[in-house]
């Protein structure tokens, strides 16, 4: 009973620190969000969600990588940024932590403008660019934070039904 408490309170501490990786860009969102799930399945000794459900939500995992990548993409392909804008917002972002709040909203614009500057002389682009990149960027966290979301989902339902 007490090794079932302590998995239980290990599992909502990954959680928790996952949802605020889907936001804070050091630390690994989703693989946390997964394994909670895994620590909660293995509490109950895999009896109401089994490997069937953590194989389907390791398959929803891998996908967000796929998501944050294609969605960062897109959005700085249809704002005309360079992918070299693409790595200096997700940089901007990293570095905008130190800096709270306005850090995490202006470094990925910031770190996106900078580095379509080493590529192009027209600032109008690069800031053009940097809006691209730092949608792209945020619409990507928006669907990581939807892909948690589903992961409990379906985690909660085969537990529960």
Do not use: C, N
């Amino acid at each position: 009973m007490e090794t079932q408490i302590l998995l239980w309170l290990l599992a909502a501490l990954l959680i928790a620190l996952g949802f605020a990786g889907l936001i804070l860009p050091a630390l690994p969102g989703i693989p946390l969000v997964y394994a909670g799930l895994v620590l909660l399945a293995w509490a109950d000794d895999f009896v109401y969600v089994g490997w069937i459900t953590l194989t389907l939500l390791g398959v929803l995992a891998l996908i967000s990588y796929g998501v944050d990548f294609l969605a960062s993409a897109l959005g700085a392909k249809k704002f005309g940024a360079s992918p070299r804008a693409v790595v200096g917002a997700a940089v901007g972002a990293v570095v905008g932590l130190f800096f709270g709040l306005p850090g995490l909203l202006l470094g990925p614009f910031i770190g996106a403008v900078i580095a379509e500057l080493t590529t192009r002389a027209s600032v109008r682009a690069a800031t053009h660019a940097g809006i691209g990149a730092t949608v792209g960027l945020v619409f990507g966290a928006l669907l990581k934070i939807a892909l948690a979301f589903t992961m409990i989902g379906v985690f909660v339902l085969d537990r529960f039904l």
